[in-house]
């Protein structure tokens, strides 16, 4: 075997790799849950009295969750699904957005819309950030994903990631043009959520552009200080902000079915004074 052989295996192998954005774990647990309640109800069937109304009860509220985060979270799984978020995203990037200069992608996970956009955009550089802890490598989140599936969707030299937390990120005032998140302004632990708004605001260039993808439901809203999305906007647009609005998943036409949209997902966009 020579090395042009040895060059030849690798890039056949690289060509069938294949990019990986998905929650494998999510599918487990709601898989658990399912089977936890049907087997809690069988041994209710089974047991008498006192054990069987346990098991009986036990196995309601296992099959209930399972199901309901099978209905409002489940394509999470689905690649279609994960295709169609990921193309709304750009969609809501093409009217707003020149496609070129620097891109922050705030708690990339495995690097979905930072990779997206670099494919889109072939004149952007973008970097991913992320503090991929512990619990979320149970997720499949690493930075090691992410280099993989940039590596595979060619677009390495333009799209790179580093470990960083999005509420205090090392970069320079107004070095970004572009700064987006999709799905992890929620997860970030912080008593006050409205922070995040305004690292992104300082990291963009004048007249640079954020877009937020994230679920804005009351209970997350209460995590920004605003009773609902008006307020929200509002705050937002005091921080030297215009153009501040929300487009919610519907209105963007990405259906995800079943009870998806209780949690109104959305892009929360604006631009930089
Ligand atoms: C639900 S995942 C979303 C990942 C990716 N953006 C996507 O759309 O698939 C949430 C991500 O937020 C990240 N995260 C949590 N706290 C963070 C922080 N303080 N700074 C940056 N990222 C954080 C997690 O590590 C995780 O990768």
């Given at each position: 075997m020579n090395d042009n052989d040895r060059d030849n295996?690798?890039?056949?192998?690289?060509?069938?790799?294949?990019p990986y954005y998905g929650y494998r774990v999510v599918k487990y647990f709601i898989a658990a849950?399912?089977?936890g309640g049907i087997v809690s109800i069988a041994l209710a069937i089974?047991?008498?009295?006192?054990?069987?109304?346990?098991?009986?009860?036990l196995g309601v509220i296992l099959l209930s969750f399972g199901v309901f985060w099978h209905l409002s979270m489940g394509w999470v799984n689905v690649p279609e699904k994960i295709e169609l978020v990921k193309d709304?995203?750009?969609?809501?990037?093409?009217?707003?957005?020149?496609?070129?200069?620097?891109?922050?992608?705030?708690?990339?996970?495995?690097?979905?819309?930072?990779?997206?956009?670099?494919?889109?955009f072939p004149e952007a550089q973008v970097v991913g950030v992320d503090t991929w802890t512990k619990g979320w490598k149970l997720f499949g989140m690493t930075k090691a994903g992410a280099e993989r599936n940039a590596r595979i969707e060619n677009v390495s030299e333009r799209c790179t990631f580093q470990t960083d937390?999005?509420?205090d990120l090392p970069f320079?005032?107004?070095?970004?043009?572009?700064?987006?998140?999709?799905?992890?302004?929620?997860?970030?632990?912080v008593s006050d959520r409205t922070v995040l708004f305004k690292e992104a605001i300082r990291?963009?260039?004048?007249?640079?552009?954020?877009?937020?993808?994230?679920?804005?439901?009351?209970?997350?809203?209460?995590?920004?200080?605003?009773k609902n999305m008006p307020e929200l906007l509002e705050k937002v647009q005091r921080m030297d902000v215009e153009?501040?609005?929300?487009?919610s998943f519907k209105e963007a036409g990405v259906n995800l079915g079943r009870l998806a949209h209780i949690w109104e997902m959305g892009y929360l966009s604006g631009r930089k004074v």
């Open positions: 295996r690798g890039k056949l192998k690289e060509n069938i790799e294949k849950l399912i089977a089974v047991f008498t009295t006192w054990s069987s109304i346990l098991c009986g009860v709304k995203f750009s969609n809501q990037l093409e009217n707003v957005w020149a496609g070129n200069g620097k891109v922050l992608d705030m708690g990339t996970g495995l690097g979905r819309v930072a990779i997206e956009i670099a494919k889109q937390s999005a509420l320079e005032d107004g070095e970004f043009q572009l700064v987006v998140s999709s799905f992890a302004f929620h997860e970030i632990n990291l963009l260039a004048p007249g640079g552009v954020f877009v937020i993808c994230d679920p804005f439901s009351g209970s997350f809203l209460k995590a920004y200080k605003a153009d501040a609005k929300f487009v």
